[in-house]
């Protein structure tokens, strides 16, 4: 087990990029893994995007052995070999209680064997790395790599892709076309052929979209900015019938956005008749409750905005006619209904006194 390094601690001779190391290596030569390299090929092997990403972040080359060749890496397989024999083996009959104490005796024993003496060789690991690697090596860059994910998708008909269950959206133009996302903690970015074309602040609402305004269709981005509000000030530029006509026609639906369409199309009419005609047309249509576009249209059409508006409705008359019976005659029959009753009432009170004085009669007999 080898610790990180820290600030504490001597150069060593394995290039590391650990929170606090500041330098990092041209070229590396790991094992071929599985995760770390998607197609093992002889000549041009695959690596994992992300593990390219890692490389490409710090300026270094992975350069992964041939499968099952050791003698490719033979440095790096006698580092592990090193460090088991002087670190891991005499450690292994000690007991720790803490990260921190196991940590500290490795960093001890690491130190004196990077110091360690060659047999063959004049110095030691620690003398070659500060004279010959340490000086090719270059400054990390100024901020650590992002863990990201990475994942290909294919843009919708709306121009959005999906990612976790949240749509993001991409320009317009890539509809159907396979793209490349960057998923990290905090950012979505989203390539085309290698070119980033979006990038969103990543969210975790499952269900909702991001969606960028420039992405959209220039007709998509006019209907977005479409409201009542809109509307109505629109309207206003024609005159005050035709803002009220439009205010009304939004609040006779369930929901505004269902006339839209009813009122773009009667404010457009005045770009064929005019705004004065559409003025008086509106001022008709209020007056009559004529509430929709067919009925403006209409009026247009027939020149009816110019004739005068009806005078105002007179009072009902009622018809006579010997067929045809009144409210006076339900009055009337309700009435006759409510008579039978007060008299049946009374008759029977009056034949209650009757039956009391016959009664009174016999007992006095």
């Given at each position: 087990?080898i610790?990180?390094?820290?600030a504490?601690?001597?150069?060593?001779p394995?290039?590391?990029t650990?929170?606090?190391?500041?330098y990092?290596?041209?070229?590396?030569?790991?094992d071929?893994?599985?995760?770390?390299?998607?197609?093992?090929?002889?000549?041009?092997?695959?690596?994992?995007?992300?593990?390219q990403?890692?490389?490409?972040?710090y300026g270094?080359?992975?350069v992964?052995?041939?499968?099952?060749?050791?003698?490719?890496?033979?440095?790096?397989?006698?580092?592990?070999?090193?460090?088991?024999r002087?670190?891991?083996?005499?450690?292994?009959?000690?007991?720790?209680f803490?990260?921190?104490?196991?940590?500290?005796?490795?960093?001890?024993?690491?130190?004196?064997?990077?110091?360690?003496?060659?047999?063959?060789?004049?110095?030691?690991?620690?003398?070659?790395?500060?004279?010959?690697?340490r000086p090719?090596?270059?400054?990390?860059p100024?901020?650590?790599?992002?863990?990201?994910?990475?994942?290909?998708?294919?843009?919708?008909?709306?121009?959005?892709v999906?990612v976790?269950?949240h749509?993001?959206?991409?320009?317009?133009?890539?509809?159907?076309?396979?793209?490349?996302?960057?998923?990290?903690?905090?950012?979505?970015?989203?390539?085309?052929?290698?070119?980033?074309?979006?990038?969103?602040?990543?969210?975790?609402?499952?269900?909702?979209?991001t969606?960028?305004?420039?992405?959209?269709?220039?007709?998509h981005?006019?209907?977005v900015?479409?409201?009542?509000?809109r509307?109505?000030?629109?309207?206003?530029q024609?005159?005050?019938?035709?803002?009220?006509?439009?205010?009304?026609?939004?609040a006779s639906?369930?929901?505004?956005?269902?006339?839209?369409?009813?009122?773009?199309?009667v404010?457009?009419?005045?770009?064929?008749?005019?705004?004065a005609r559409?003025e008086a047309?509106?001022?008709?249509?209020?007056?009559?409750?004529?509430?929709?576009?067919?009925?403006?249209?209409?009026?247009?059409?027939?020149?009816?905005?110019?004739?005068?508006?009806?005078?105002?409705?007179t009072?009902?008359?009622?018809?006579?006619?010997?067929?045809?019976?009144?409210a006076h005659?339900?009055?009337?029959?309700?009435t006759?209904d409510?008579?039978?009753?007060?008299?049946?009432?009374a008759?029977?009170?009056?034949?209650?006194?009757?039956?009391?004085?016959?009664?009174?009669?016999?007992?006095?007999?």
């Amino acid at each position: 087990m080898i610790m990180c390094p820290t600030a504490r601690d001597p150069p060593a001779p394995i290039g590391v990029t650990g929170p606090r190391a500041t330098y990092s290596g041209r070229a590396q030569n790991p094992d071929n893994i599985k995760s770390g390299v998607t197609s093992p090929c002889f000549y041009d092997p695959e690596l994992n995007y992300t593990y390219q990403k890692l490389a490409e972040h710090y300026g270094t080359a992975v350069v992964p052995a041939r499968i099952r060749r050791p003698r490719d890496k033979a440095k790096a397989e006698a580092g592990v070999q090193g460090a088991e024999r002087w670190i891991l083996a005499r450690l292994r009959h000690r007991r720790f209680f803490s990260l921190g104490e196991l940590n500290e005796a490795i960093r001890e024993l690491l130190v004196q064997y990077n110091r360690r003496p060659f047999a063959k060789l004049e110095g030691c690991r620690e003398s070659l790395f500060l004279s010959l690697d340490r000086p090719a090596l270059r400054p990390l860059p100024a901020h650590p790599y992002e863990y990201a994910q990475w994942k290909k998708a294919r843009v919708n008909i709306d121009y959005h892709v999906e990612v976790d269950r949240h749509w993001y959206s991409v320009p317009h133009a890539l509809i159907r076309q396979q793209v490349e996302v960057c998923l990290s903690a905090h950012t979505v970015e989203i390539l085309h052929k290698g070119k980033r074309v979006a990038s969103h602040p990543r969210s975790f609402a499952q269900g909702r979209h991001t969606t960028v305004a420039e992405h959209m269709p220039r007709h998509h981005r006019e209907y977005v900015q479409w409201s009542p509000q809109r509307l109505i000030r629109w309207a206003e530029q024609t005159g005050p019938a035709a803002a009220q006509l439009v205010e009304q026609m939004l609040a006779s639906r369930a929901h505004p956005v269902q006339a839209y369409r009813a009122c773009l199309g009667v404010l457009r009419l005045g770009r064929q008749h005019g705004a004065a005609r559409l003025e008086a047309a509106c001022a008709r249509a209020l007056a009559l409750g004529a509430l929709s576009y067919q009925s403006i249209k209409s009026i247009l059409a027939h020149g009816l905005e110019s004739q005068p508006l009806p005078a105002t409705m007179t009072a009902h008359v009622p018809i006579r006619h010997p067929h045809i019976r009144g409210a006076h005659y339900y009055a009337q029959e309700d009435t006759d209904d409510a008579a039978p009753t007060d008299a049946g009432q009374a008759a029977g009170a009056e034949t209650g006194g009757d039956a009391a004085r016959l009664s009174g009669a016999g007992a006095t007999t």
